[in-house]
T-cell receptor
Framework: GQQVMQIPQYQHVQEGEDFTTYCNSSTTLSNIQWYKQRPGGHPVFLIQ?????EVKKQKRLTFQFGEAKKNSSLHITATQTTDVGTYFC???????????FGGGTRVLVKP | NAGVTQTPKFQVLKTGQSMTLQCAQD?????MSWYRQDPGMGLRLIHY???????DQGEVPNGYNVSRSTTEDFPLRLLSAAPSQTSVYFC??????????????FGPGTRLTVL
């Protein structure tokens, strides 16, 4: 079946530093979605990418969808304590109805 | 709009008991789904529905039943609870735009413990 892997599983970041989390699918995806889950909360949608090679920015967050539509990345610049949480990627197989999530990257920020 | 609501917030069951987790949405979304979240495992799809009267299995359907008699409600039934079903359960909904995919709106979750 379709598998979506995220690395790293944990990311300890000094406040003010940059970091990147990666998402890799075993199959070609129709889309990639990113969600953020704060500790004790529920996942909240951040963004969706659908085109090969697409790049989107949200303030300090930059999202990229790979050319082969099998991988994605999230880059955060100048990390803040508000960035604490778990970031999940998720995608649909081509013409599929099931949204498959990666295992998430848990981000901890050191002030 | 209340969005996606789930009840109860917390539940403790004994092995072998059955129960129903409730999920409702007031956004007229066609697509609804149930996920379970275990530490380090991300969100795993249990069952999903693309509209009233239509349901299908996800990655981990065993031990769970669903039905979708209305657009608004999508209850998840645990038939005979087992300790392996201890988890946090999230319900989610989204618009169904044909070939386009849309963002999922998640409920606040139900934390279930099976003793």
């Amino acid at each position: 079946g379709q598998q979506v892997m995220q690395i790293p599983q944990y990311q300890h970041v000094q406040e003010g530093e940059d970091f990147t989390t990666y998402c890799n699918s075993s199959t070609t995806l129709s889309n990639i979605q990113w969600y953020k889950q704060r500790p004790g909360g529920h996942p909240v949608f951040l963004i969706q990418l659908v085109k090969s090679g697409e790049v989107k920015k949200q303030k300090r967050l930059t999202f990229q969808f790979g050319e082969a539509k099998k991988n994605s990345s999230l880059h955060i610049t100048a990390t803040q304590t508000t960035d604490v949480g778990t970031y999940f990627c998720a995608g649909h197989r081509v013409a599929g109805n099931k949204l498959t999530f990666g295992g998430g990257t848990r981000v901890l920020v050191k002030p | 709009n209340a969005g996606v609501t789930q009840t109860p917030k917390f539940q403790v069951l004994k092995t072998g008991q059955s129960m129903t987790l409730q999920c409702a949405q007031d956004m007229n979304h066609e697509y609804m789904s149930w996920y379970r979240q275990d530490p380090g495992m991300g969100l795993r799809l249990i069952h999903y529905s693309v509209g009233a009267g239509i349901t299908d299995q996800g990655e981990v359907p065993n031990g769970y039943n669903v039905s979708r008699s209305t657009t608004e409600d999508f209850p998840l039934r645990l038939l005979s609870a087992a300790p392996s079903q201890t988890s946090v359960y999230f319900c989610a909904s989204s618009r169904n735009s044909g070939t386009a995919y849309n963002e999922q709106f998640f409920g606040p979750g139900t934390r279930l413990t099976v003793l």
